[in-house]
């Protein structure tokens, strides 16, 4: 028999396997959605942060104004993703010395599975600021990259 679960929000953690490759898609939204996000100063502020949150590994990422998309993998299991999500986010608020909450208090994983393909996803994603109509090469969007190789 099926049986529908109402969730609020999805189930936490992520399973990690160890000898097997774990790579997870993040999407934090900014608070109450405000077009906030997409500035130089936010965008070098985060890549120091995820630096210096390194328990999971930060691969491609993409800073659209409300929201953040990166994909990331555990450099040790010790750590579970909603721990290092929440460190990385307090990291944030020090290096731009701002006491507001800056991004909702959940962020939204999912794990790839081994028949999705991280290209393939990275380059959907990618194409978020075309879609909005930011620019119309998603070369063009500044607020992008990858810190890290993560291995498929």
């Known amino acids: 028999m099926y049986q529908r679960f109402n969730r609020r929000r999805p189930a936490e953690g992520v399973f990690v396997c ?11 939204c900014s608070r109450k959605r405000k077009p906030v996000l997409d500035n130089p100063i936010f965008h070098a502020a985060l890549i120091d942060s995820w630096r210096e949150a390194s328990s ?3 691969g491609f990422y993409l800073i659209m104004p409300d929201h953040v998309h990166l994909f990331c993998a555990p450099s040790d299991e010790s750590h579970e993703i909603e721990t290092w999500v929440t460190f990385w986010k307090r990291c944030l608020r020090r290096r731009l010395k701002t006491a507001e909450q800056l991004f909702q208090a ?3 994983h999912h794990r790839l599975r081994q028949n999705e393909s991280y ?3 990275w380059n959907y994603v990618r194409m978020n600021p075309v879609r909005a109509g930011l620019v119309t090469d998603p070369d063009e969007w500044p607020y992008q990259g990858a810190l890290n190789e993560l291995d498929w």
């Open 106 to 108: 959940h962020s939204f």
């Open 119 to 121: 290209s393939e996803k």
């Open 18 to 28: 160890r000898g097997q490759s774990t790579i997870v898609f993040v999407t934090a």
């Open 56 to 58: 999971w590994l930060v």
